[in-house]
């Protein structure tokens, strides 16, 4: 059995996680370049968590400029198992206010200036994506929030859109007709990394806003969603507190393989592999790699 260890990506608004035991933030290289920021690590009871501040402490780095590879690099290499991904997102519903925790399953990826995969020339890859976010893990996210009285939604569709400009109206009402729920511009290429890591990924998107479409609301602006972030941020603290404390030690099979995504993955046999990229997917493939 592998010993479950939580890792935390904080979106806008969220770049610490108060409460920890035994914090400290440490510096992480990968072959990828550098994360975010550093990792900060702390127990809760005798589980470790990992959180991870997606834009950096001071938000420093735009949508498109994270390093999603090297910060889902990062988590793997220090042994994260579930990744949990704060995020602020626009809304498309009416009945999904901010202030609503969207434990979202699918996502429509419309970014498009993102280094997408961790495999590439000299080892190819196509992981299984039908279902990006891991169901059981869901479970235990969904549980913690009532637990905690927060107002929680089960499933939905997260459009990430490559900003940094937010949407105009003919695309906020595009999205909107096409039957998403929630908009954002970080989960991708995230999510799809995580599950070619065999990380377990559920994203809380925390609403801030109505985007654009709403007749009654005006334009989406920052220091709007930093207010609703900021209101919320104790409610995103007590979540990751309670999911951590109630969460299994030993890490549960992944009900759809997320954790195995790999076994059937690679289709560069061994002879025709890059040495130098095998020697780069250390952490994320090393599972299957080293045979
Ligand atoms: C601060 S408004 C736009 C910004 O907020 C969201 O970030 P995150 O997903 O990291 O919470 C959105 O995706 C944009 O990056
Ligand atoms: N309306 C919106 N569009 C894109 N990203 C967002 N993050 C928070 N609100 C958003």
Redesign the pocket.
Known sequence: MTKAKLGIIGG?GVYELPGLKNPRWEHVPTPWGEPSDQLHFGEIGDLELVFLPRHGRGHRIPPSDINYRANIDALKRVGVTDVISIS???SFREDLSPGTFVLVDQFFDRTFARKKSFFGVGCVAHVAFSHPVSPGFADHVEAAARAENIRVHRGGTYLA?E?PQ??TLAESLLYKSWGCDV???TNMPEAKLAREAELCYCTVAMV??Y??WHPDHGD?DVPS?LKIVAENADNARRLVLRLATDFPREHQPCPIGSDRALDTAIITPPEARDPDLVAKLDAVAGRVLKG
């Open positions: 806008s602020a997102v626009g859109m900003g937010f949407s908009i954002g511009m801030t806003d985007d654009c989406v969603i």
